[in-house]
């Protein structure tokens, strides 16, 4: 009875949610490996439901939504910080049991990940942070964990709207701008405008002068481009 409950609370919640514009399926698979950097078929993995529980990433209509878009990005942070992919998944499935409210438990605001361990941690409610890759959700009460995911900007609200891709400091993708393409933060200016016109064979000098824009932000663009 209780997961049936939980997955007709859980198609309410997705009719509720049809109207925000994050959970838009708008990107395909090609374009969110390209744009967080990771392997497509990575990617497809994270999205293909096992035999017996659900996908990492649940997509709706064959495309990803800026939500799964920054879900990826999440995700490619957990396994940057060298943590287990089945021990992943058992962290997504306490969060999604204990949060059956939750669409999108990789996103939450107290999930963290520290250097040197192979699981995933949340922050409780009395502050103590716990280990949500262990089923008995054991309590780390003496571990300082300072690692955070700091590339998900959240608004006032507590909502992420914006995602700016690793190792770049000028380029950020904002489902409020271009649909959330690629575009020189602040700006509605498109990457892959800039990048087009520098293959066209015209300087980096001169489009920064057309967009009244650093020379480094055309650069960055270009750099982002090229890695996409």
């Known amino acids: 009875m209780g997961i049936v409950l939980s997955w007709r609370r859980r ?4 009719f509720h949610l049809s109207s925000d514009p994050r959970d838009t399926p708008i990107y395909t698979v090609v374009d969110v490996a390209a744009y967080v950097g990771i392997p497509r078929s990575t990617l497809r993995h994270w999205i293909k439901s096992p035999k ?25 942070v957990v396994l940057r910080r ?24 990789l996103l939450s605001p107290e999930l963290r ?3 040197g361990y192979r699981d995933l941690f949340i922050e409780s409610i009395t502050g103590d942070i716990e280990n949500a890759s262990k089923g008995t959700g054991q309590l780390l009460i003496r571990q300082m964990l300072k690692e955070h995911l700091k590339r998900i900007d959240f608004d006032a609200s507590g909502g992420p709207y914006r995602l700016r891709p690793f190792n770049y400091q000028r380029i950020g993708l904002d489902h409020r ?23 066209a064979g015209e300087t980096i000098e001169a489009i920064a002068r057309d967009y009244d824009l650093p020379a480094a932000s055309i650069r960055e663009a270009i750099k982002y481009a090229k890695a996409a």
């Open 82 to 105: 060298k943590a287990w992919l089945r021990r992943v998944r058992l962290a997504v499935d306490n969060i999604r049991e204990r949060r059956p409210d939750s669409e999108h438990p």
């Open 11 to 14: 198609r309410l919640s997705l």
């Open 177 to 199: 701008v271009l649909g959330g393409r690629p575009a020189v933060l602040g700006t509605r200016i498109p990457v892959g405008v800039l990048a087009s016109r520098r293959r």
């Open 52 to 76: 017996n529980g659900r996908a990492l990433i649940e997509i709706s209509d064959g495309k990803l939504s800026f939500y799964n878009l920054l879900e990826a990005h999440v995700l490619s």
């Open 113 to 115: 990940t520290a250097s």
